[in-house]
């Protein structure tokens, strides 16, 4: 017993597994980008405002001790206030105090004020450079209403952002650490879930490999519902290949058999031949002979045609067809051969049309007409029609007695030689029979009135109005 055949990947092919595993590292990578981004500025939102919070506490607590005391205004800047900044040990702190007038009372008094404006009594908050270095600055105001200083007084303190950034990355960082953590743990779990869900397939191809290459029975692997599908086409097509295998193995068996038997006929006459001297018998051998190398001629012609018909019963492509034509091209063939004297063509004036394969449904009708000529007596006629059940119908009419009992019990068998006639192949019919069922057809037998019998296939018709682009041309 030979091995099983290697499954050999074609080089553009990816595993399902791997497809997966592709998709889910990149929806993986679409979430941990996401989650890094809104941590991004998750961190940095959280940490100014960690620090504004810390600013406008400073500023409060300036703003709360300036005073008026004689006239003068009095800025008692608390050490609680500048504590609160100095947790960030790395920042530097300015501060700038103005007075109604504008004139800076103590501080930076180079410190920049913010461009836009604020509602009163509100903080403003903005960003600023100054020093060399970007800084984060609130502007307070508070109103004074004494007699001798009556205005606002506003108070700037700032902060540089070291500590703010520092605050950020640490945030960004364990939420990194975090989600790639997170992501790979999931990642894992996820391709050993793929590869339990997976492990049907490789059942299958496990017993699919470890199958006898001629073992085409049906697979009983119990499989997942979504694999089913997949299942039931395998063993729909090892049906349809074991049927063909087995049919094809006795049409070889049969064929072998009935080649072998005119062929000794044959060579034994001819033996004859070369040692009769009368010639009379001669010339009765002679005509032996002849009819026996038309009958293997025949027989070779008709199996190549069985053969041929087979395999496009599963390989051809079916299409609109207008069995007219088909009528046409037969007689055609059959006057290209020899032997059709007397055949006549009976066609309607509208389309017949079917859905098949030309080239079969070509050589049935062929075949239909070989068998009437060889068999029935002439005149013969090819004729297409609608039968009264609405079906297409092609047949072959002759003017003789038709078929016997036996005969129409055996009709579309192999080799159902007519022993009357040496020149009889017995693969006419059943290469019509094939090509019937083929088409989802029937052969149909029938005497006609005032004599005859007619042999044809009907097969299902295709309304007119279907829309299509079927062969119609008659030549």
Not at 158 to 174: D, P
Request: charged share 20%; hydrophobic share 45%; net charge neutral.
């Amino acid at each position: 017993m030979s091995p099983p055949a290697a499954i050999i990947p074609s080089a553009s092919a990816h595993s399902i597994a791997w497809r997966l595993t592709l998709l889910l590292t990149l929806l993986l990578t679409i979430a941990v980008a996401g989650t890094v981004y809104a941590a991004l500025n998750y961190g940095q939102t959280a940490a100014t405002r960690a620090f504004d919070r810390l600013l406008t506490g400073a500023a409060l607590q300036i703003a709360e001790r300036i005073s008026v005391v004689e006239g003068e205004t009095v800025i008692d800047i608390p050490l609680s206030a500048f504590g609160l900044l100095s947790l960030a040990s790395e920042d530097r702190i300015f501060y700038r105090i103005l007075g109604p007038d504008g004139v800076t009372l103590t501080g930076d008094e180079n410190f920049p004020l913010p461009e836009q404006t604020a509602p009163r009594n509100e903080p403003l908050l903005y960003d600023a450079d100054f020093s060399g270095e970007a800084v984060r600055a609130i502007r307070m105001q508070r109103f004074l209403a004494e007699r001798a200083v009556r205005g606002p007084i506003t108070v700037v303190v700032a902060q540089t952002l070291r500590a703010r950034s520092e605050l950020a990355h640490e945030i960004v960082t364990r939420a990194v650490i975090g989600v790639v953590i997170a992501g790979g743990v999931t990642l894992i779990l996820a391709l050993l879930a793929m590869r339990l869900a997976l492990s049907p397939l490789r059942r299958i191809e496990r017993a699919i490999l470890a199958r006898d290459p001629k073992d085409l029975t049906p697979f009983t692997t119990t499989t997942p519902r979504e694999v089913e599908a997949l299942v039931a086409a395998i063993n729909r097509f090892m049906a349809r290949l074991d049927r063909r295998v087995g049919a094809m193995q006795g049409f070889v068996a049969d064929a072998a058999h009935q080649m072998r038997t005119p062929i000794t006929a044959l060579r034994a006459q001819t033996e004859l031949a070369m040692e009769e001297t009368d010639p009379g018998r001669l010339k009765t051998l002679q005509r032996r002979i002849r009819d026996r190398a038309i009958g293997i001629s025949r027989l070779t012609d008709q199996l190549l045609s069985h053969a041929l018909v087979t395999h496009r019963a599963d390989s051809a492509t079916l299409a609109l067809i207008d069995l007219r034509r088909v009528a046409v091209e037969a007689e055609r063939e059959a006057r290209r051969t020899g032997g059709s004297e007397g055949i006549e063509l009976d066609l309607p004036d509208d389309p017949v049309m079917v859905t098949g394969d030309a080239f079969s449904l070509r050589e049935a009708a062929r075949n239909l007409l070989t068998n009437a000529l060889a068999h029935g007596q002439p005149p013969v006629w090819l004729r297409v029609s609608i039968t009264p059940d609405n079906r297409a119908l092609i047949a072959a009419h002759d003017s003789g007695p038709g078929m016997s009992a036996d005969q129409l019990s055996r009709i579309g068998q192999r080799f159902a030689r007519d022993t009357t006639n040496p020149q009889s192949a017995g693969l006419g019919l059943a290469i019509v029979a094939e090509v019937a069922e083929f088409h989802q057809g029937s052969i149909t037998t029938a005497r006609t009135t005032g004599g005859g019998f007619l042999v044809g296939v009907e097969l299902p018709l295709v309304p007119p109005s279907t829309p299509s682009s079927p062969e119609t041309g008659l030549s």
